[in-house]
Structure formats: structure tokens, C-alpha cells
């Protein structure tokens, strides 16, 4: 495979981690606001 190829590949597993890290960290911050 080519760099060219694998580029818009790398980036979108990476923004689909990094949604899904985002909406984790929300969620945890969420339940630790809730027990204060």
C-alpha cells in the first residue's frame, strides 16, 4: 500500500477512537459530578 492510501484510512480510525474517547471521558465526568 501507498502512504496516499493508508493516510484518509489512519485518520478516520483515528477520529472514530477519538470520538469515542471524547464520549467516554463526557460520560465519566457525568457520573463522577452525580455522586458529589
Not at 12 to 21: I, K, N, P, Q, Y
Amino acid at each position: 500500500e501507498k502512504p496516499e492510501a493508508l493516510i484518509p484510512a489512519m485518520i478516520e480510525s483515528f477520529l472514530a477512537s477519538d470520538a469515542g474517547f471524547k464520549r467516554a471521558r463526557r460520560a465519566l465526568h457525568s457520573n463522577a459530578s452525580k455522586e458529589t
